[in-house]
C-alpha cells in the first residue's frame, strides 16, 4: 500500500524559507515518479516540480529558480526547499507519486498522470 505522508510545513514571513519533506512507503523509492503540487486558495492544484524516474528534474515556471526538489532513496524521503518565499507562495502543498508516466517531460504538472497523494502540508507566508 503506496503513503505519502508530507510535513514542513508552516508560517513564515516574506523573504524567507522552508523545507518540505514528504516520506514514502509501500513502494520502492527512487522507481517511481515523483512530484510537489499546492492549491491556492480558490484555484486548481498547480504542478510546482517533479523528478523522473531517473533523477531528472522539472520546475514551474513561475518559480523562477526559487524552490529545489530532491529525494534521498535512503531516507525513503521526497523534499521540496523553498526560498525567497511570497504570500502568493501560500497554498496547501502536496506530494504525489506514480509507477509509469508516459512522456513524463510534457506532462509532469498535470495532477491526472499521478496516481498517489499524500494529505497535503499547509504553507503560510506573511508580508
Known amino acids: 500500500q503506496v503513503r505519502l505522508v508530507e510535513s514542513g510545513g508552516g508560517s513564515v514571513q516574506s523573504g524567507g524559507s522552508l523545507r518540505l519533506s514528504c516520506v514514502a512507503s509501500g513502494f520502492k523509492f527512487g522507481t517511481y515518479y515523483m512530484a510537489w503540487f499546492r492549491q491556492l486558495p480558490g484555484k486548481e492544484r498547480e504542478g510546482v516540480a517533479a523528478i523522473s524516474n531517473t533523477g531528472t528534474s522539472r520546475y514551474a515556471d513561475f518559480l523562477r529558480g526559487r524552490f529545489t526538489i530532491s529525494q534521498v532513496t535512503a531516507e525513503n524521503t521526497l523534499y521540496l526547499q523553498m526560498n525567497t518565499l511570497t504570500p502568493e507562495d501560500t497554498a496547501v502543498y502536496y506530494c504525489?507519486?506514480?509507477?509509469?508516466?508516459?512522456?513524463?517531460?510534457?506532462?509532469?504538472?498535470?495532477?491526472?498522470?499521478?496516481?498517489?497523494w499524500g494529505q497535503g502540508t499547509q504553507v503560510t507566508v506573511s508580508s
Open positions: 504525489a507519486a506514480d509507477s509509469r508516466i508516459s512522456g513524463f517531460y510534457s506532462v509532469w504538472s498535470s495532477r491526472d498522470v499521478y496516481k498517489y
